[in-house]
């Protein structure tokens, strides 16, 4: 199965390359260039109507960084990992004070999620 592309979404998608939290730069310097094995894009419009930050298309798996902004936010999170999974998406969820003070543990653990997946799940370092 191929991963849809929401073309509507690409500006959105840029804006928010351009306004990253401090966790989403750190990771990113952290993946970019396939420095953990695999390419990852950061802030992918994906159908039908969500943009993750960071994708890695060989191994279907998005990674999520949860903060402050997603506090009140759960039962949306949860509909919209289910919308991600549907698409054969593997969903990792790490925390932004995880990447912020220990991000070696953090790159650990999204490269054994992503070696070890089996389907679509969520699996999540809090």
Request: glycine share 6%.
């Amino acid at each position: 199965m191929d991963i849809e592309y929401n073309r509507n979404l690409v500006g959105v998608a840029r804006k928010l390359r351009k306004t990253s939290t401090l966790a989403e730069k750190l990771l990113w310097n952290e993946i970019k260039g396939s420095k953990l094995g695999y390419m990852f894009n950061r802030q992918q419009s994906i159908a039908p109507n969500c943009i993750v930050d960071f994708l890695c298309r060989s191994r279907k798996a998005v990674v999520e960084i949860d903060g402050e902004s997603h506090d009140g936010k759960r039962e949306r999170d949860k509909e919209r990992d289910e919308l991600i999974k549907a698409q054969g998406l593997i969903v990792i969820h790490v925390h932004d004070y995880e990447v912020k003070r220990n991000i070696g543990g953090v790159l650990k653990f999204i490269k054994d999620s992503i070696e070890k997946r089996t389907s679509s799940e969520v699996v999540t370092r809090f």
